[in-house]
């Protein structure tokens, strides 16, 4: 099991940036963000793997930077021109290996509104 803590969220009127953090503990294969809005089935936004590799959902491509620092098991996103579709609890997950399910974070409110 992996445990997780995440920082960052809050409140930002829309076009403005927010910058997500989850630190892991132990070395971890891959980590990533995923949010979820009531109502609605949790969805990816962006994974990154310790090669560097990264996956982004559509709905974030070009706004929305993944990166990790390896050294501190920590995933960062950075979060740009903000909509208010991006409003969502978002969730920090990680797994050690290729094989394991995620492991999750309590999740972090993200609310875009003016």
């Known amino acids: 099991q992996v445990q997780l803590v995440e920082s960052g969220g809050g409140l930002v009127q829309p076009g403005g940036s927010l910058r997500l953090s989850c630190t892991a503990s132990g070395s971890i294969f891959s980590m990533g963000w995923f949010r979820q809005v009531p109502g609605k089935q949790r969805e990816l936004v962006a994974t990154i793997i310790s090669t560097g590799n990264t996956n982004y959902a559509d709905s974030v491509k070009g706004r929305f930077t993944i990166s990790r620092d390896n050294a501190k098991n920590t995933v960062y996103l950075q979060m740009n021109s903000l909509k208010p579709e991006d409003t969502a609890v978002y969730y920090c997950?990680?797994?050690?290996?290729?094989?394991?399910?995620?492991?999750w974070g309590q999740g972090t409110q993200v609310t875009v509104s003016s």
């Open positions: 997950c990680a797994k050690r290996s290729y094989y394991s399910a995620f492991s």
